[in-house]
Each structure stands twice: as C-alpha cells, then as structure tokens.
C-alpha cells in the first residue's frame, strides 16, 4: 500500500502538532507542510512577544517533528494565491488547513480611523519583525491607551511601557531596536468593559509585568469589584482567581517608583476616539457597573483620558483560503470537528480538513492547538481507514516538486530554514544576544536558498 499523503497549509504550532500526529499513526503518512511566510512557526515567530523567550523556545520541541524524514517544510507558498486548492489535491490524499491568523478585528467607534489609532496585531507584525508590517513607527506619543485586557493588550503595553534598552536584549532586529529606543510614553492606560473577574489576562503574563524594574502598574481600588457572578468565576477557575489576587495586590501596596506608570482600568467601556486635526487626541469611555450576572450595564457617566495614541487589542481575525468555505461572521472555516463544511451548516467536503486558530478562532495557548489536532487528525485518519478519502491523480513524492519548480515557485526547506537560523543567530551573537532576526522577505528567501 502506497503512504497516505498529507498537506497541512500552515507552519504554526497547530499545523505543526497536526503534523506529529500523522506521523505518529499506525498508518505509513508523508506530510508536507505548506507555508506562505519564508521561515516556519507562525505565531510564535510573529506573534508571541520577543521578551517571552521561553514561549518563543516551544520551538526547540517542535524541532523533533520538523526533522522527520516523512516530513518536509515547502516554505514561500501561499496555497490559494500561488497554488490553488484543486491543483494541491492532485496530489495529496487529504489536506488540512492550519492558517491562522494574522489581522485585527474591528472595533466600531467613532474616531477608530483617526491617525495614531491602531490594531494591536500590525504593532505586534510591527515590533516581531514580519516583513509585511512597517519598518518604522511614530512612537512620539507620551501617553498611550490600549483597549482590551487579554495578554495580546498586556504584550503591547509592556512592549510600550520598557525600554528600547531593556527589550535589545531579545531577538529585535535593528529598525525596531532604533524605533523603540526613542519611545516617548510614560503612560500606558490598559482599558477594559468589565471587571477584574472577567479579565482574560493569564496570572503569569500579568504577575510578570512587575518584573521590568521601569514599570509601575497602577490600578485603582474602586476598579476592585465583583458580583455573585464574579465570585462564582473565580470559584470555578484557579487561574482567574489569581488573576484577581493579582490585580487587588496591585490595588492596594505602595509604589515603588519606576518612571513608566502602566494602568489597569476596569469598567471603562470605550466609547469614542476623540480626534484633533485628524489625529488621536484622548479616549471617552463610559463608566460601567456589574449587573449580577457577570456583565455590566452603562451608568450614563463618561471620561475623558488625554492620550495621544491608541492601540485596539479586542481580538485577532483569521482571512479567508481562495476558493476554501469561509464563515465571515465567526471569521473561521466551517467545520465539523474539524472536517471542512461546504457552508455554515453545510455537509463534509472528502478530503479536506481544518485545524488551529482557523477552525476554532483566535483564542487559546500554543498548547490548545495540541487538542484541536487530535481531533482533526483522527477523523481524517477514520475516513482514510474507511474508504473515505478521495484519491490523488499523482501521489509520488517528487510529483508536486516538479509543479511548484515548473511554476517558477521558490519554496524554501526546512535545510534552509537552518541556513537562515544561523544568519540570525550569528547576528545576534555579535551583539552577545542569542539571536537577530532578518526582517526582509527577499533576504529570508536568499538565504534559505543559498
Ligand atoms: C500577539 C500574540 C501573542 C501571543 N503570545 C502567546 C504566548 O506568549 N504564549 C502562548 O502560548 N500563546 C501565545 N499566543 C497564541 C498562539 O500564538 C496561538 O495559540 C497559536 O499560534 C495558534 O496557532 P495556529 O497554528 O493555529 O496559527 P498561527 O500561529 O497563526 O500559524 C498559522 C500559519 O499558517 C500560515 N498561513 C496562513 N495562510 C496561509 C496560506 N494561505 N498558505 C500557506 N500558509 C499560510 C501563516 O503564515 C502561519 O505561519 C499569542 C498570540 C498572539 C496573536
């Protein structure tokens, strides 16, 4: 029997886990890993903050799969633009889709398109160093809001709130080192609707935030207030609980007097951007209170916060495959458990599959992609044991090598991902720092392919 042959489109840590499942079955499966950027692991390249080397060392564990030989990395493809879907499944069994995401969601106030107002994710592209976001960014702004208190917002007003100095250390390659360094905020004010027991902050994200010895975090004692619904969510998860124990010790001990002031503010729902000569001039919020049941209702009071910038952090929006069913509204493919639907309440697409961010939404840790895969990869596993999968015109291995080459496609390796590793870190070792990224995308290419 020939091996079952498998494309996972997306190099992140879903597609990746995908991967290592497929490989790990009964069954003899060759995977390849489709990827649009030149250099693998999504989101833990691009997204998790450069000072969170820990988080971006998950890496090193998925070295192990990523050096199998029934695996390989065609990296500089972007399945649905440089190939389409029907071209892969000549070739494949089955493919599952790991996509991601890369952009922000909307928030629908007045004033959100004034310049100074941005989305926390081109930020993130920004500081990560993704060759698709700016080089440059006007940091000239002395005080800063952020709306949204999940760990996106607290990334981005950490990242805000350091120093260029304390954040050389990491990864950031120069532009951003340059840029950082002239940073002019001393405030960070971080804004959320509810209350402390509805914050989606994880403890650790938010205990480390006192670690940087220039950041004061500040919250007031009157933002400290939960009803029985709140109660109840912090009897129910140890982590929120913490989260609030947390918070309260903020409330109430003694500054230490670091220079940068980050604020936590609860029950501020943002209401408008306030613009002069076209540019962010202050946030209005209206003041909320809790309702009893978890969430809050308006107490028809307002502030107005004099910032100069504003960053929204209410969420990621992962974008549609060409030619791949796409559920606008929850912004996800549709799916069941995984299995791709022809539309919302659709029937099974034979073949196709869906995996991470893409299938479920932008919520979640590295690790929860891990449980998604499994649910993923055994069905698609079921309905090969069962007849279910549609066969490929061209299942040998060289096959789709010869089509991406004849279309003039230069995919990069997981070998050229080492090549350009050792550029990065060798640039980084010059500077005593384990690695420096390299920001354009022509260049990751060259070296991947030298
Ligand atoms: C700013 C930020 C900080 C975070 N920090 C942490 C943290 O500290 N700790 C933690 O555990 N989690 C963190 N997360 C969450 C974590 O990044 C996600 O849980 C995880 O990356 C989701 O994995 P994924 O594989 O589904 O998506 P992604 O990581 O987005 O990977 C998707 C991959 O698919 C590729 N792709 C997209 N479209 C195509 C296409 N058409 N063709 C080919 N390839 C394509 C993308 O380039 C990308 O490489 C953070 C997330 C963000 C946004």
């Known amino acids: 029997m020939r091996p079952l042959r498998v494309a996972v489109i997306g190099s992140g840590p879903a597609g990746i886990y995908a991967s290592d499942l497929l490989m790990k079955s009964d069954r003899d499966v060759r995977v390849d890993l489709f990827e649009r950027m030149p250099a693998p692991f999504g989101l833990i390249r691009y997204g998790v903050a450069p000072d969170h080397p820990r988080i971006k060392g998950i890496v090193n564990a998925l070295y192990k799969v990523m050096e199998k030989p029934e695996l390989r990395l065609l990296g500089n493809v972007d399945v649905g633009k440089d190939v389409t879907v029907s071209e892969l499944q000549q070739f494949y069994d089955a493919v ?42 006007d940091l000239s702004a002395e005080k800063v809001a952020v709306i949204g208190v999940g760990n996106v917002g607290l990334d981005v ?26 940073n002019k905020a001393t405030e960070v004010h971080v804004f ?78 943002p209401v408008e951007v306030i613009g002069e000569d076209g540019k ?25 916060w004099p910032v100069q910038a504003i960053y929204r952090a209410v969420g990621y929006r992962s974008d549609a495959v060409n030619d791949v069913p796409f559920d606008d509204r929850a912004a996800v493919i549709p799916n069941d458990g995984g299995h791709v639907l022809d539309g919302v309440d659709g029937s099974p697409i034979a073949g196709l599959y869906t995996t991470g961010w893409i299938k479920r939404g932008p919520v979640g840790l590295i690790g929860n992609t891990k449980g998604d895969a499994k649910e993923t990869i055994e069905m698609l596993l079921a309905d090969d044991a069962a007849g279910n999968l549609p066969t490929p015109a061209q299942p040998e291995l060289d096959a789709v090598i010869g089509f991406l080459e004849g279309k003039g496609i230069e995919y990069t390796t997981w070998e050229g991902w080492h090549k350009l590793d050792a550029v990065e870190r060798e640039r980084g070792e010059a500077e005593g720092r384990e690695r420096k990224k390299v920001v354009e995308w022509e260049e990751m290419v060259r070296h991947s392919r030298s």
């Not at 100074?116 to 993704?130: C, P």
């Not at 007003?157 to 002239?182: C, M, Q, S, W």
């Not at 969430?295 to 307002?302: D, R």
Request: a negative charge; proline letters at 6%; glycine letters at 10%.
């Open 96 to 137: 599952v889709f790991a996509t991601g995401a890369t952009a922000d969601r909307d928030l629908n106030i007045p004033g959100i398109d004034l310049e100074g107002s941005h989305g926390a994710a081109e930020f993130v592209g920004f500081y990560d160093g993704n060759p698709e976001f700016p080089r440059t960014w």
């Open 157 to 182: 007003a950490r990242v805000l709130a350091k120093t260029g100095e304390e954040l050389h250390v990491t990864e950031i390659p120069d532009n951003v080192y340059e840029t950082l360094k002239n």
């Open 192 to 269: 959320g609707r509810r209350g402390p027991a509805q914050a989606k902050f994880t403890p650790l994200e938010l205990k480390e935030l006192d670690h940087s010895p220039t950041i004061e975090v500040v919250v007031n004692p009157e933002d400290i207030d939960y009803d029985e619904a709140s109660e109840a969510a912090r009897r129910e998860s140890k982590s929120q609980d913490l989260v609030c124990q947390t918070l309260e010790q903020y409330a109430i001990r003694d500054p230490k007097g670091a220079p940068h002031k980050l604020f936590i503010h609860f029950f501020e729902s």
């Open 280 to 304: 962010v001039a202050g946030l209005k919020t209206e003041r909320m209170q809790l309702d009893g049941k978890g969430g809050v209702v308006g107490t028809g009071e307002f502030n107005t």
